[in-house]
């Protein structure tokens, strides 16, 4: 019996239609019958470093596709670089999703093999997939080589923000300021901390879409080739038994994720991208679960900038699959994967981590308890996020007045004014810089202001409805919602007010008596859009809240009937 497969409503038959089709696709270089077609979506681009590594991966992509008996599809996919998008690659993450799921639509395509590295080019591709529901595998670039400045190995991102500091004080001079750009500048790929791109490959691997053992193979290492041959197949066998995407991020899927993230003590902003993944396949989880799910799970992962390894030290302990040997009953290890196995086969199967090494023991965690909080109150009602393993201890509890900042001009103006009234106790608030007020960039980690930072100061606690780089540190609390821009309390702080945290008992409350803040808020009124066509303001006027993940509102999937994919009419174009 052959095979059908979606593509035939493309190739097969004797009219017209049919006949332009596989046209079409001979002269492409793509064979029109028999196996499956499954897409390459290729995200590499000058326009971004931490992707090019995936330039040589395609190739070994659709080797492994041809081995499987499939036809292999290579097609540009938009490239979401952290480096130089502004104001964000955060404002067009949905938008690489509304392509990766149209171009699907739209072609003669049975699978998908998505060739991400950069922070939202992961979620972003993955959440059109999921969408499209077709069978898809990823494939990542990895982490760049380690910089070396002055004898000590740097972590990307991580170190870049402590040097800044030392050069605000005046520790760090203009020749060492140059030397440390020639050094940080030896290589492309990935953050080699724990930062989102990182995370975010960890964490695709723990859903089960990618090659077990995959996600942290360093950029430029021959087993990325070997893995990406193996992934072609893998998408062409995934094809024939049927595993979807929306099959395998299922809720106990997405609870495993969670709990990896905690125990790799991964990015802010994988909770917001794992939020909007996990919608789109009906699997969707309230902000406590982060919380809840991960307040048993120990911080395993000794990577910057929670530990004190770089990612070349977590792949070399084991990766994805010692880590999830380690954390054994902590998993719902009956979750499946696009290869077929269960996550518990692939835990059974890996050796526990390399003693000494960057995936510590259990039983020596870096910390217990997880590596975020959840915090809510009068300044976050629907929440706030915390990532604890990252923060100062002391300051996880703590009470202070405002300094408030609207946004990232007016920050970035008065934090290097050294006459700034601010004191180590003062609570930070950036405002305004939300999914719509300023597409959510990741200025979360407010600078200490000038003054401090040359006292000595390295930490204080810092409030906002923007992101920041999983590269980062620090007490900041993140993606408090609503965000200003929509009316949250953010917009009605002012100089002076009393903020609280309170990270271990779940609060941050703004100390101002309802009835003045009823009077500010009945005279606030929302900023004038800056943006009055083009997709900023489309994403503007739709996107949600950061505990939703940030998609768009007509892309989300509350119900079956939304997750159902409605196919093309295959005539004449």
């Excluded at 997939?129 to 595998?137: H, M």
């Excluded at 915090?375 to 007045?401: C, M």
């Excluded at 609060?507 to 900023?536: I, K, M, N």
Aim: aromatic letters at 4%.
């Amino acid at each position: 019996m052959t095979a059908t497969y979606r593509s035939q409503k493309w190739l097969r038959g004797d009219d017209e239609v049919a006949l332009a089709n596989r046209v079409a696709l001979t002269s492409a270089g793509v064979p029109a019958g028999g196996g499956p077609v499954i897409g390459i979506a290729n995200s590499a681009s000058q326009l971004n470093p931490c992707n090019l590594p995936l330039r040589r991966l395609a190739g070994a992509v659709a080797l492994g596709v041809r081995e499987a008996g499939g036809a292999p599809a290579e097609f540009p996919t938009i490239s979401l670089g952290e480096d130089l998008m502004k104001p964000s690659a955060m404002l067009y993450r949905n938008l690489l999703a509304i392509e990766i799921e149209e171009m699907i639509r739209a072609n003669p395509l049975d699978g998908l093999v998505v060739l991400a590295n950069c922070d939202k080019s992961v979620p972003g591709a993955l959440m059109g997939a999921i969408s499209a529901n077709v069978p898809t595998v990823l494939v990542t670039g990895g982490a760049r080589p380690r910089a070396v400045f002055r004898g000590r190995a740097l972590g990307a991102g991580t170190d870049l923000w402590r040097m800044w500091d030392e050069r605000r004080a005046g520790r760090l001079d203009d020749a060492a300021w140059r030397e440390l750009e020639e050094a940080l500048g030896q290589g492309c790929g990935a953050c080699n901390t724990m930062g989102t791109a990182s995370t975010m490959a960890v964490l695709a691997e723990a859903l089960g879409l990618m090659v077990p053992g995959a996600a942290s193979i360093p950029a430029g290492d021959p087993r990325g080739l070997a893995a990406a041959t193996l992934a072609g197949r893998i998408a062409v066998e995934a094809v024939a038994a049927g595993r979807r995407p929306q099959d395998i991020v299922t809720p106990a899927a997405v609870g495993n994720a969670i709990r990896v993230l905690h125990a790799v003590g991964g990015s802010t902003n994988a909770v917001i991208h794992l939020a909007a993944m996990a919608g789109r396949a009906g699997a969707a989880f309230p902000l406590e679960d982060l919380a809840r799910l991960g307040a048993d799970v120990p911080v395993l992962a000794d990577v910057e900038p929670s530990g004190a390894g770089l990612m070349q030290d977590f792949d070399a302990a084991g990766g994805v699959p010692a880590l999830l040997h380690e954390l054994g009953g902590l998993l719902d290890t009956g979750a499946r994967t696009v290869t077929g196995q269960t996550i518990g086969d692939i835990a059974a199967a890996a050796p526990p981590p390399l003693a000494g090494g960057a995936i510590r023991p259990a039983a020596q965690p870096l910390r217990t308890g997880g590596a975020f909080a959840v915090v809510r109150g009068s300044l976050a009602p629907e929440g706030a996020v915390i990532k604890v393993s990252a923060a100062s201890p002391g300051l996880l509890t703590h009470r202070g007045p405002a300094v408030v900042f609207r946004d990232y001009d007016d920050m970035r103006r008065r934090v290097a004014d050294p006459g700034l009234a601010v004191t180590p106790d003062s609570v930070l608030v950036l405002a305004g810089c939300g999914p719509v007020g300023a597409g959510m960039p990741e200025w979360g980690m407010i600078p200490i202001p000038a003054a401090l930072v040359a006292a000595g100061v390295t930490d204080m606690v810092r409030v906002t409805d923007a992101r920041m780089s999983g590269t980062s540190f620090g007490t900041v609390v993140l993606h408090a919602a609503p965000e200003a821009a929509a009316g949250g309390p953010l917009a009605l702080v002012r100089d002076g007010d009393i903020i609280a945290l309170d990270a271990a008992a779940g609060t941050l409350e703004l100390e101002v008596a309802p009835d003045e803040l009823a009077r500010r808020a009945a005279a606030w009124s929302p900023p004038a859009p800056a943006h009055l066509r083009g997709w900023p303001a489309l994403y503007a006027r739709t996107v949600q809240q950061a505990p939703q993940g940030c998609d768009l509102d007509f892309l989300t999937a509350p119900s079956p009937e939304h997750r159902k994919f409605v196919e093309p009419v295959v005539g004449r174009s």
